[in-house]
């Protein structure tokens, strides 16, 4: 799987401004779906989770991402509807390529997202996936405390 580079943190401007390039969270096929569907078991926890990414969306804090093709899946290709504050991270052939050749076990989805994760320097991912706890990346929702 791919090695992550250290992600940058965005410059403010010290007076309490948006930053210029504020951190990007990545919002993973199984949040997409937990979000997108009222019936997910995950869908309360997801929602909750997502209004509060997009209220630090809102005040310039965070830009919200997804891989295009978890996205399309969901009706947030137009910009309308629930999804409309989250950018697309296109794929390309060559993330493709690249999503094949570090992929184990078969699975491209998770080589995929985490190749684009790689690409637009990307360190926090909203997941319910627990194969990204392996990774050095920081996942949203937080682990529940039981």
């Known amino acids: 799987m791919p090695r992550f580079a250290g992600a940058g943190t965005g410059t403010g401007t010290g ?23 009222d019936q997910h078991e995950q869908h309360e926890r997801a929602t909750g989770e997502y209004l509060r990414l997009v209220a630090e969306y809102e005040v310039e804090a965070v830009l919200l991402v997804a891989v295009s093709d978890h996205l399309r899946a969901h009706g947030g290709f137009d910009r309308r509807g629930r999804f ?63």
């Open 84 to 146: 409309a504050p989250v950018d697309r991270l296109w794929v390309g052939m060559q993330h493709r390529r690249a999503a094949k050749r570090t992929s184990s076990g078969g699975d491209l989805d998770l080589a995929l997202t985490l190749v684009m994760a790689e690409r637009h320097r990307v360190r926090t991912i909203a997941t319910f996936d627990p194969r990204f706890e392996q990774y050095q990346l920081t996942l949203l929702p937080a682990p529940e405390v039981e």
């Open 15 to 37: 007076t309490g401004d948006a930053m210029i390039d504020p951190p990007k969270v990545l919002l993973e096929h199984s949040f997409l779906h937990a979000v997108a569907d």
